[in-house]
């Protein structure tokens, strides 16, 4: 099953198949390290969603969902 990022809940976690977007923002997430194939697993949400932190290729990374919905992933089942 895949979604993106920014459907995701606290705990989950899955496989980056594909980043979407204008070329500025997906030259950046590429340059974050959010990659085809990167694993990224969901670790906080803010208190009113926005900004979330994530762990991908071993350091922790703040997104905004607006990026987040651009970040497609195969869910890794649990």
């Known amino acids: 099953m895949t979604k993106t990022l920014n459907k995701f809940s606290i705990g989950e976690s899955g496989k980056v198949v594909m980043v979407s977007g204008e070329r500025k923002i997906k030259r950046r ?27 991908v290729r071993g350091y922790e990374l703040s997104l905004r969902l607006a990026e987040a919905s651009l970040i497609k992933l195969e869910v890794n089942n649990a």
Do not use: Q, S
């Not at 990224?40 to 979330?52: E, F, N, Q, V």
């Open 29 to 55: 997430l590429y340059d974050m390290g959010i990659t085809n194939g990167a694993e990224i697993y969901l670790r906080k949400k803010a208190p009113l969603g926005d900004p979330i932190e994530v762990t």
